[in-house]
């Protein structure tokens, strides 16, 4: 249905290789045997979520997994072998097992990532088809008694509501499609910021806007276009909420793993109504690596201070104009505000007279 896109995986891009468990030289596990379930607990969340019914039987996987491990496997215990305890005399070849070692790290990580790019790919191409065929359904379907929502409900109850409204979202784009590489979320998502553009190629323009390269026939890092897609649809997000940040700069504090939440967006847009500088929180956190010091949660606090004022501002016109809504205040919560408004009037810095003489 599509090109088949080649990609070249960045080794780091997803997978993390687990901790190693204790073993001896010749590779038998030593840890001691794990105890029988008590009481169950709540499943960790999977990577993906199930389209619909599920029916894959457990021989399904196990077959499939037999086929992609042996090799990795078969070359993990001919590593391990060369590790065993040698015979009198014999040196251990220590600097050659580590590099090996190294490099066998090193392919078993990036066969993993390619799994997860190509499982990416597999599940959104079939999301696409999914929504397709609802998108075509809700057509078929114009007219009769039950709208599209209640139909869906009753006809299609395998599929939940939110995956149903993301595939028919991606289906109804065919310029996400040569894409789908970057899976269902990311999908929706460039989707999502992109819905307000004209033409037929709006994801193709917005790469364009943002020098982001690609072609469907080229080589693709993986991880650096994941960054560089999210870069875009984050600043997207902050245009939408009437800031204006240095592209660069948001690319940065993707780069170092900070999400532009909704809780960030936020903090930056009450910086920026309370005439501050944005981009300046942005800057501390990329000094920082991604983390917050002392000085920004002292400056979040003033930030705060100044929205929540300008709100209560607002809040006591409406008051003032509407009296009756005076009996909603809480009188001890009210005396207590006054009482600290008067001691930070007392403390003098906010006079005026004096900052004129200053």
């Not at 070692?101 to 390619?114: Q, V």
């Not at 959104?124 to 929504?131: K, L, N, S, V």
């Not at 007219?143 to 028919?168: D, V």
């Not at 920082?288 to 929540?308: A, I, P, S, Y």
Request: glycine share 6%; aromatic share 6%.
């Amino acid at each position: 249905m599509k090109e088949k896109l080649e990609t070249v995986v960045d080794e780091n891009d997803a997978f993390e290789v687990p901790a190693e468990s204790e073993t001896d030289p010749v590779g038998t596990s030593t840890s001691e045997p794990v105890p029988a379930v008590i009481k169950p607990t709540v499943p960790d969340p999977e990577s993906w979520s199930y389209m619909g019914v599920d029916s894959t039987a457990v021989i399904d996987i196990a077959i499939v997994s037999v086929d992609d491990d042996d090799d990795d496997q078969t070359a993990v215990t001919a590593w391990m072998g060369q590790s065993r305890k040698l015979k009198k005399g014999q040196k251990l070849p220590t600097e050659q097992l580590i590099g090996t070692g190294i490099e066998l790290i090193r392919g078993i990580s990036a066969d993993a990532n390619r799994l997860i790019n190509e499982a990416n790919k597999n599940f959104a191409d079939r999301a696409i088809a999914i929504g397709q065929i609802c998108l075509k359904l809700k057509d078929l379907i114009r007219g009769s008694e039950k709208p599209w929502g209640a139909w869906s409900e009753e006809n299609l109850p395998f599929i939940a509501k939110r995956n149903r409204e993301k595939y028919m979202l991606i289906g109804s784009r065919p310029d996400c499609w040569p894409f789908s590489f970057l899976g269902v979320d990311r999908l929706e998502m460039i989707c999502s910021v992109t819905k307000g553009m004209e033409g037929q190629d709006r994801i193709g323009d917005l790469l364009r806007k943002y020098s982001i390269p690609f072609e469907n026939d080229a080589e693709v890092n993986m991880s650096e276009f994941k960054s560089m897609i999210d870069a875009a649809i984050n600043n997207e997000q902050l245009v939408k909420s009437g800031l204006t940040i240095n592209f660069n700069l948001v690319t940065n504090i993707i780069n170092l793993g900070v999400d532009f939440d909704k809780a960030l967006i936020r903090r930056l847009k009450d910086i920026n109504d309370c005439g501050g500088d944005p981009e300046a929180l942005l800057q501390k956190i990329s000094l920082t690596g991604g983390r917050e010091d002392m000085d920004v949660t002292l400056e979040k606090r003033m930030q705060d201070f100044n929205h929540l004022t300008n709100r209560l501002l607002k809040t006591l016109d409406f008051i003032i104009g509407d009296q009756d809504q005076l009996v909603k205040i809480d009188r001890e919560t009210f005396r207590l505000l006054l009482e600290k408004l008067v001691s930070i009037q007392d403390l003098g810095i906010l006079n005026g007279e004096e900052g004129k003489a200053e």
